[in-house]
């Protein structure tokens, strides 16, 4: 099965042709029950299949055990971004990132291989106070329009900040998951499983709940 037609695939080249390094992308599936592993395994086989600055990796949860601990994968399917060092920036997309969310996992892309866009200096000096463990869960549904700007918020911190870790969590794929945190309506953001809040918000209002989070 194609995911992408050709106008689509158009679109991606020239983005892609933006890329400053190359990026890995590590995929975590597994055999059966998995629901979108195989679906995920084709659709980001097709997107590297655009770019030679883009480089799949599949990978088994239960086979490559190590290196999901090393990721700190726990679903599946998972997607890891490594940059042109084989560093992980500390962002994952938990569930296929299609339909608008192809619009976060681009954006993340182009951010891991040195397309970086800066942060404004009054949120950059808040994210360098940041100093303990923080994790971000942005549960998201693949046809909410709004959800692509949070989880790129999310992520952006993550790779500013070595302390904070930032997921991208696919709520339909996921339905356990959600329920656990109670996702009535996305994206919702959840902050170190405590704090949390919901939709596309500014980056201030991310901050002062990690701020509430670390405090």
Do not use: W
């Not at 991606?12 to 395994?41: A, Q």
């Not at 969310?101 to 940041?130: A, Q």
């Amino acid at each position: 099965m194609k995911y992408l037609n050709e106008e689509s695939k158009n679109q991606l080249v020239e983005i892609f042709n933006g890329m400053k390094d190359e990026v890995k992308i590590l995929v975590f599936t597994k055999e059966e029950p998995c629901e979108t592993c195989e679906e995920t395994r084709d659709f980001l086989s097709e997107l590297t299949s655009l770019s030679e600055k883009l480089h799949i990796q599949l990978l088994d949860m239960n086979k490559d055990e190590a290196k999901a601990k090393e990721y700190n994968v726990t679903l599946t399917p998972s997607i890891v971004l490594l940059d042109k060092d084989n560093k992980y920036r500390r962002i994952k997309f938990n569930g296929i990132p299609s339909g608008h969310e192809i619009n976060s996992f681009i954006s993340g892309v182009m951010e891991v291989s040195g397309h970086n866009s800066k942060l404004p200096d009054r949120i950059e000096e808040r994210l360098l106070k940041v100093n303990k463990p923080i994790n971000i869960k942005v549960f998201v549904t693949l046809s909410c329009p709004h959800c692509p700007g949070a989880v790129e918020k999310a992520h952006k911190l993550a790779m500013e900040n070595e302390h904070i870790e930032a997921d991208m969590i696919e709520a339909q794929t996921f339905y356990d998951l959600s329920e656990e945190y109670n996702v009535s309506s996305v994206p919702k953001i959840v902050i170190n499983d405590k704090y949390e809040f919901v939709g596309n918000q500014p980056l201030e209002v991310f901050l002062d709940e990690i701020e509430k989070a670390i405090a």
